[in-house]
């Protein structure tokens, strides 16, 4: 099964800045996922990032918060703008792939907004 | 849209025996997947076994087994000689086959094994 890593794997940045997360499979899929993970909460669907197209965003997060791109079939990145407390969260990479697109997941990057 | 309910927030068992988690779930979908996956205080999300609801034989890995009743829209998860690795949180998740590709999950349940 292919390997995802994550970087960074935790951070803590100040209110207002930005953070990229970067996320990097060792072989070529056409499907990822960005999905965030609040304190004690299941997991949110962020967005759908197919490389060659625009990525598709859930309901209730927008383009401009959180930014995506997908240069190629192995990485992507996830920007969280401006960010505040309520952006504290693990936010996790995941790919389809398996005979039943099945998704498997990053490690995780744990952010702290202060 | 689809919903997937845990009902169970948390549960605990001795080492060695067994525990059944349950999960259901809503769609007006006749083809689609579940799955089971398993998050360690490590983070990590790790897919534990996985259904289609077109098989009727329920799947099974290892020490894994799921009760899977389609028009109950019911879809459990045995883990039978339970041991401590098994300590984690285990989310249902449920992904509908018409080519979405995209999980919906459950709010999890917290699996604890005593020793």
């Known amino acids: 099964s292919a390997v995802i890593s994550q970087k960074p794997s935790r951070d803590i940045c100040q209110r207002g800045t930005s953070l990229t997360i970067q996320c990097q499979v060792d072989s070529q899929v056409t499907m990822m996922f960005w999905y965030r993970q609040q304190p004690g909460q299941s997991l949110t669907l962020i967005a759908t990032?197919?490389?060659?197209?625009?990525?598709?965003?859930e309901s209730g997060f927008v383009i401009d918060k959180f930014p995506i791109s997908r240069p190629n079939l192995t990485f992507s990145t996830l920007t969280v703008s401006n960010m505040s407390p309520e952006d504290s969260s693990i936010y996790l990479c995941?790919?389809?792939?398996?005979?039943?697109?099945?998704?498997?997941f990053g490690p995780g990057t744990r952010l702290t907004v202060t | 849209a689809q919903t997937v309910t845990q009902s169970q927030p948390e549960m605990s068992v001795q080492e060695a025996e067994t525990v059944t988690l349950s999960c259901t779930y809503d769609t007006s979908e006749s083809n689609y997947y579940l799955f089971w996956y398993k998050q360690p205080p490590s983070r990590q999300m790790i897919l534990v076994i996985r259904?289609?609801?077109?098989?009727?034989q329920n799947a099974t890995e290892n020490r894994f087994s799921v009760n899977f009743q389609k028009a109950a829209k019911s879809f459990s998860l045995k883990i039978s000689d339970s041991q401590l690795g098994d300590t984690a949180m285990y989310f249902c998740?449920?992904?509908?086959?018409?080519?979405?590709?995209?999980?919906?999950f459950g709010k999890g349940t917290k699996l604890s094994v005593i020793p």
């Open positions: 259904q289609e609801a077109y098989k009727q």
């Open positions: 990032a197919n490389q060659g197209s625009e990525a598709t965003y």
């Open positions: 995941s790919i389809s792939a398996g005979l039943h697109y099945e998704q498997y």
């Open positions: 998740a449920f992904m509908d086959g018409a080519g979405s590709y995209q999980l919906t």
